[in-house]
């Protein structure tokens, strides 16, 4: 664990650790919640596949996914992975060395300071929000597993947004807006800075002072998205979270102070929103 990795080894693990795997080329991670008994709960677009769009991206993505293997894992039982419902809420539970599909072990951290998260060039790997108490995140999870968590979204509720919630309880109140997750931020991030450096063009010609500003700018955006840094954000519990789903008590609103009163009118269990 460190400024450059947060690579660990299986025997560093304990239960209540969100961990994730880099697939092949670096495209995306994936992300999930090690329970103990080499058990790891995770969050899948359900059919199979781990990640997907919909869209021709998915080309990208499921070539730079793990193979699929026809042989039922010794351990898993049924082709690497179980799961109550499959098809429709996609959280199942798998082997560690299903989730792994052969890649390396890594650890998200929690709680980090300012200078690291910026240090950290790439999202997915830490926030600032602090965690929960561990048999509180192995809980949510396996919670999760029997009930469902929302529906599959790359951009707004993928596997980093659902291992983020089972460690903090934090989801993001808005919709038509990015989740928690990192790695969206990121891609997001990544042409925002793009485009909104571009106008500097005035200010300087010099290459190497239009790459700092995109950077300051990518960096700016990934720090005032992060979950532990946003103003958009509420505590639910995972029961009132899935009560909340399925009677569309939890809904889209325009600002924070629009669905605090009202949920805890209707007794959903939320908490103050977290200041940046």
């Known amino acids: 664990m460190g400024l450059l990795s947060n690579r660990i080894g299986k025997e560093t693990l304990k239960a209540g650790d969100h961990i994730y795997s880099w697939r092949a080329a670096w495209v995306y991670a994936h992300h999930g919640i090690y329970v103990g008994n080499d058990k790891v709960i995770h969050f899948t677009r359900g059919r199979g596949q781990e990640v997907g769009t919909g869209t021709f991206i998915d080309l990208l993505l499921v070539s730079s996914g793990p193979n699929t293997n026809n042989t039922p894992c010794p351990i898993c039982n049924n082709e690497g992975a179980t799961t109550t419902n499959t098809e429709t809420n996609g959280v199942v539970s798998s082997c560690l060395n299903c989730f792994l599909a052969g890649g390396a072990l890594y650890r998200f951290e929690y709680a980090v300071n300012p200078a690291l998260f910026l240090a950290k060039a790439r999202g997915g790997t830490c926030t600032l929000a602090p965690t929960d108490p561990d048999e509180v995140v192995v809980r949510r999870a396996n919670y999760l597993l029997s009930s469902g968590f929302r529906c ?101 609103v ?18 103050t929103p977290v200041a940046a």
Not at 178 to 192: M, T
Not at 255 to 270: D, F, H, T, Y
């Open 152 to 252: 599959y979204n790359l951009f707004k509720s993928n596997c980093e947004d659902f291992a983020i919630y089972c460690k903090t309880g934090l989801l993001v109140a808005e919709q038509g807006v990015v989740g928690q997750s990192g790695q969206a931020i990121s891609i997001i991030g990544g042409p925002l800075a793009a485009v909104i450096s571009t106008p500097f063009r005035l200010v300087t010609t010099n290459i190497y002072g239009m790459a700092v500003m995109a950077v300051g700018v990518y960096c700016a955006s990934r720090y005032a998205a992060d979950i532990g840094n946003r103003r958009d954000v509420l505590k639910v519990e995972v029961e009132d979270l899935t009560a909340g789903l399925e009677s569309g008590r939890i809904r889209a």
């Open 254 to 271: 325009e600002n924070i102070s629009q669905l605090v009163a009202p949920a805890e009118a209707q007794g959903l269990a939320v908490t």
